[in-house]
């Protein structure tokens, strides 16, 4: 095998899709390896089919659980598949448990280790995530920087520059290859009632804010005052997690704030597009509006997405009523900034910095 894929999650398998469909197209042989920390249809099957990815060779079906047993499980199960199928390369994406597990394993291995989504930083040690992603970084061999930012944080911890390839973000070539089917085939507008109504796009799933009821009803109460002051309705895709934190703390959404089920990826790219604002403490979805030309608030305290801050794309509220609905006054109708996760080539280029043969074809740098 040439590359085997250890992923996880539903942000995983999005960005991971296009290095898969590179592959394909450079007739590479290649392993997935799902740990099934993500098992739900909404957050997992119904992206493989949408993304056109073939089934997982392995399945570790680990599910939920504490992080530690989570990661140990995981662990064992990708050292097996990394066993028996014999890659070069050891490709993982992003911050997840599933990232973590994959990049201890392979790096105990004789294997390569590839990280893509590299050299991203909250500061926030609080933040698994931040764990997660600092420690995958200095575990792989090869790291695919989506900016010159994350590249510089990557120099700044000691890691060789010749190792690190900046290649852009593979969400631009995801939304490269499927907005225009997305605008063709979703039906999203009409399904929630929204064709030619204004509205916002919320989702709100970080462990630090929606276990935390303080913060979990502030940034509820802060979708409600920017709702009421633009006079439309925020419609928030439920991630289980928060909807399980929800019926657990008892709160009803205000009545501004619709719940939804988790979207489809073509629908969730259709409804980024057409929303008048996206409210969000996800990382693709800060990236995404960016890209979209969309504006964004970013309900959290730090991110390491800078680059759509820089830009002028996004904006930090933390969880804090007032502040969520001042700067979602400041993000309204904003726009015209140019897209810093690069042209929607990262995924060949991630490729031909691989040691790999055959080349995958050329593509300008
Ligand atoms: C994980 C990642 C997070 C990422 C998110 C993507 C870690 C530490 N966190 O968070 O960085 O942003 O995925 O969505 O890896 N659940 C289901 N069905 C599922 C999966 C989870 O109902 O298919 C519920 C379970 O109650 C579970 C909870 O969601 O306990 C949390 O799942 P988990 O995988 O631990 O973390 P996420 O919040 O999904
Ligand atoms: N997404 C989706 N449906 C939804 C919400 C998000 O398809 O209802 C997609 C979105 O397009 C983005 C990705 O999920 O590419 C982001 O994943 P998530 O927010 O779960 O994780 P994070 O990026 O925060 O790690």
Same mark, same amino acid.
């Given at each position: 095998?040439?590359?085997?894929?250890?992923?996880?999650?539903?942000?995983?398998?999005?960005?991971?899709?296009?290095?898969?469909?590179?592959?394909?197209?450079?007739?590479?042989?290649?392993?997935?390896?799902?740990?099934?920390?993500?098992? *739900?249809?909404?957050?997992?099957?119904?992206? %493989?089919?949408?993304?056109?990815?073939?089934? /997982? !060779?392995?399945?570790?079906?680990?599910? *939920?659980? *504490?992080?530690?047993?989570?990661?140990?499980?995981?662990?064992?199960?990708?050292?097996?598949?990394?066993?028996?199928?014999?890659?070069?390369?050891?490709?993982?994406?992003?911050?997840?448990?599933?990232?973590?597990?994959?990049?201890?394993? #392979?790096?105990?291995?004789?294997?390569?280790?590839?990280?893509?989504? #590299?050299?991203?930083? *909250?500061?926030?040690?609080?933040?698994?995530?931040?764990?997660?992603?600092?420690?995958?970084?200095?575990?792989?061999?090869?790291? %695919?920087?989506?900016?010159?930012?994350?590249?510089?944080?990557?120099?700044?911890?000691?890691?060789?520059? %010749?190792?690190?390839?900046?290649?852009?973000?593979?969400?631009?070539?995801?939304?490269?290859?499927?907005?225009?089917?997305?605008?063709?085939?979703?039906?999203?507008?009409?399904?929630?009632?929204?064709?030619?109504? &204004?509205?916002?796009?919320?989702?709100?799933? &970080? #462990?630090?804010?929606?276990?935390?009821?303080?913060?979990?009803?502030?940034?509820?109460?802060?979708?409600?005052?920017?709702?009421?002051?633009?006079?439309?309705?925020?419609?928030?895709?439920?991630?289980?997690?928060?909807?399980?934190?929800?019926?657990?703390?008892?709160?009803?959404? /205000?009545?501004?704030? &619709?719940?939804?089920? /988790?979207?489809?990826?073509?629908?969730?790219?259709?409804?980024?597009?057409?929303?008048?604002?996206?409210?969000?403490?996800?990382?693709?979805?800060?990236?995404?509006?960016?890209?979209?030309?969309?504006?964004?608030?970013?309900?959290?305290?730090?991110?390491?997405?800078?680059?759509?801050?820089?830009?002028?794309?996004?904006?930090?509220?933390?969880?804090?009523?007032?502040?969520?609905?001042?700067?979602?006054?400041?993000?309204?109708?904003?726009?015209?900034?140019?897209?810093?996760?690069?042209?929607? !080539?990262?995924?060949?280029?991630?490729?031909?910095?691989?040691?790999?043969? /055959?080349?995958?074809?050329?593509?300008?740098?």
């Amino acid at each position: 095998t040439d590359v085997a894929f250890v992923l996880g999650t539903r942000p995983e398998i999005i960005k991971l899709a296009p290095v898969v469909q590179a592959c394909e197209r450079a007739d590479l042989e290649y392993a997935i390896v799902h740990t099934g920390q993500h098992y *739900s249809d909404s957050l997992d099957s119904v992206f %493989f089919d949408q993304l056109d990815l073939p089934d /997982p !060779d392995y399945d570790l079906a680990v599910g *939920s659980g *504490s992080h530690g047993k989570q990661t140990a499980e995981m662990l064992v199960g990708v050292e097996r598949a990394v066993t028996e199928t014999e890659p070069a390369v050891v490709l993982v994406q992003g911050d997840t448990n599933s990232v973590l597990a994959g990049a201890l394993a #392979a790096s105990k291995m004789d294997t390569e280790l590839g990280h893509v989504e #590299a050299g991203l930083r *909250s500061f926030d040690r609080g933040m698994p995530e931040e764990t997660n992603r600092v420690l995958a970084d200095h575990a792989a061999d090869y790291h %695919f920087a989506p900016t010159d930012r994350s590249k510089g944080y990557l120099l700044r911890e000691g890691i060789s520059k %010749f190792r690190i390839t900046v290649t852009g973000n593979t969400v631009v070539d995801a939304i490269e290859r499927n907005l225009d089917i997305a605008r063709e085939k979703s039906t999203v507008l009409a399904d929630l009632g929204l064709d030619g109504s &204004r509205f916002f796009l919320m989702t709100a799933h &970080r #462990a630090e804010n929606v276990d935390d009821e303080e913060r979990f009803e502030g940034l509820l109460a802060g979708a409600q005052r920017a709702g009421d002051a633009h006079d439309v309705d925020v419609i928030y895709p439920m991630h289980p997690r928060s909807r399980n934190r929800l019926e657990e703390f008892g709160i009803d959404l /205000p009545p501004r704030v &619709r719940g939804v089920e /988790p979207l489809e990826y073509l629908d969730f790219l259709q409804a980024t597009a057409s929303a008048d604002l996206v409210l969000t403490d996800s990382g693709g979805v800060q990236e995404e509006a960016c890209i979209l030309g969309v504006p964004c608030v970013t309900m959290r305290d730090n991110t390491e997405r800078p680059e759509t801050v820089d830009v002028g794309a996004n904006r930090l509220s933390s969880c804090d009523p007032a502040r969520i609905e001042r700067s979602v006054a400041a993000m309204i109708g904003a726009g015209g900034w140019e897209n810093p996760f690069g042209d929607g !080539d990262a995924a060949d280029r991630i490729l031909r910095a691989l040691p790999l043969d /055959p080349e995958p074809e050329e593509v300008p740098q």
